[in-house]
């Protein structure tokens, strides 16, 4: 069965020092792989996504995530942290082979960036 | 502007009082899904619909129903809330290919007492 583990509950990180949140997988088949940001009282925002192709995706906002097939991690990256990103960060993969179009969430990192 | 948009954002409910949770989306999508997010479960799938009147179980689906008479709408209908009802509701979209990401609605919170 697909899925999605998201190791850590909370990633601190001072302004301007790069910051990765992480996220492991387990699908068989491809990979389609989400990352979504959910800011306080608001709904998910689509960050980025890898289906094919360069290992480095960047998305929105400055964030990147980088595809390893051999480890299985598709982990959020960002070179300088902003005040503004903290929020909570969650890692999707798409449900294959089935065709559910679920996505299935890991359970969340949040993300608390100091001044 | 596109968006999915769901009402009511926020509710308060009794056990056994029924409730629909509306969503529309105007971006034509043909895939609409209702997920709801747990503290530490992240976010499960409710029901899922890939067109209209095609709708189908997704992973926590007892104590839900859900139609789909025209594209853009998918509500979700709860017969007789219970407490482990209490939840934040979102509403999703898509277009069908696996590739594609999906928008969500800003959420419905629901307490049932």
């Known amino acids: 069965a697909q899925s999605v583990a998201q190791p850590e509950d909370q990633v601190n990180v001072a302004e301007g020092n790069p910051l990765t949140v992480k996220c492991t997988y387990s699908v068989s088949g491809n990979p389609y792989l989400f990352w979504y940001v959910q800011y306080p009282n608001r709904g998910l925002q689509f960050l980025l996504k890898?289906?094919?192709?360069?290992?480095l995706v960047k998305g929105s906002y400055g964030f990147e995530a980088e595809f390893n097939k051999s480890q299985t991690s598709f982990h959020l990256k960002k070179p300088s942290a902003l005040v503004s990103d903290s929020a909570l960060y969650f890692c999707a993969v798409r449900d294959q082979p089935g065709n559910t179009g679920k996505l299935i969430f890991g359970q969340g990192t949040t993300l608390q960036v100091k001044p | 502007e596109a968006q999915v948009t769901q009402n009511p954002r926020y509710l308060i409910t009794v056990t056994g009082k029924k409730l629909t949770v509306t969503c529309s989306q105007n971006m034509n999508h043909e895939y609409m899904s209702w997920y709801r997010q747990d503290p530490g479960l992240g976010l499960r799938q409710i029901y899922y619909s890939m067109n209209v009147e095609v709708t189908d179980k997704g992973d926590v689906p007892e104590g839900y129903k859900v139609s789909r008479k025209e594209k853009r709408n998918f509500p979700l209908i709860l017969e007789s809330p219970s407490p482990n009802q209490t939840s934040l509701y979102f509403c999703?979209?898509?277009?069908?290919?696996?590739?594609?990401?999906?928008?969500f609605g800003p959420g419905t919170r629901l307490t049932v007492l």
């Open positions: 890898y289906i094919t192709g360069d290992n």
């Open positions: 999703a979209s898509s277009q069908l290919r696996q590739s594609d990401e999906q928008f």
